[in-house]
């Protein structure tokens, strides 16, 4: 009986783990153009679901030109990564700004910020790190970001970007340590369309550790 009763605690341990990890895979294909659908919570700014090249994807339209956002997925309560395939145009002199976040609004936000040749890790509007990154226009780019729990109270924060067509880099571009992140929030999709031309988001890929289920 003892046995039994140590598999059944076994098995419900392992059910539990199963259910508090998440992955979402968003892409706009199976979306009609216009109002994005209940999937993509708008924080602020102006989203659609529009077309490039063929195939739709969630764009931050530039009226107005604004810190804009969307959210997806669930919420996070413990560890969360996302990745998403960004297209973006500067014209003349002005570039956009845009990047992915995890952990709700006040989380962080992994942002490509052109106009300083930057690759910015911020929170709380507020720059926590920044590393030189060269962002080439009218070209997919893929943008990842992670934040994972280490031991006690410590997490590990990490930023990577580079062209949609090449390898993921094995070694992070940017790192910060944490201590005492709540680590609850959705992760959200940003930019701030300066150059006055869209911005597109595709292919999005989320894995989350979410509080069990009741």
């Not at 002199?93 to 709700?104: E, I, L, M, Q, Y």
């Amino acid at each position: 009986m003892k046995r039994l009763l140590l598999a059944a605690s076994l098995l419900a341990a392992l059910n539990l783990h199963a259910q508090q990890n998440q992955t979402f895979e968003i892409k706009a294909d199976d979306w009609a153009e216009g109002e994005p659908p209940k999937e993509v919570f708008v924080v602020d700014g102006t989203i659609k679901i529009a077309a490039r090249e063929g195939n739709k994807a969630i764009v931050i339209d530039p009226a107005p030109i604004t810190d804009a956002s969307a959210q997806l997925a669930v919420s996070a309560a413990g560890n969360a990564i996302i990745e998403a395939r960004i297209f973006a145009t500067k014209r003349g002199r002005s570039t956009p700004r845009f990047g992915v976040s995890v952990h709700g609004m006040s989380g962080y936000r992994l942002l490509v910020n052109p106009a300083k040749k930057a690759l910015e890790l911020a929170k709380n509007d507020q720059t926590i790190a920044t590393v030189p990154f060269t962002w080439t226009t009218d070209v997919w780019l893929k943008v990842k970001l992670e934040a994972k729990k280490g031991e006690g109270d410590a997490w590990s924060i990490t930023g990577k970007a580079w062209a949609a067509d090449a390898a993921e880099p094995t070694e992070a571009l940017i790192k910060h340590e944490d201590k005492g992140l709540k680590g609850q929030g959705k992760c959200a999709i940003w930019a701030t369309p300066f150059s006055g031309e869209p911005v597109f988001f595709d292919d999005i890929r989320i894995s989350i550790e979410a509080a069990p289920a009741p």
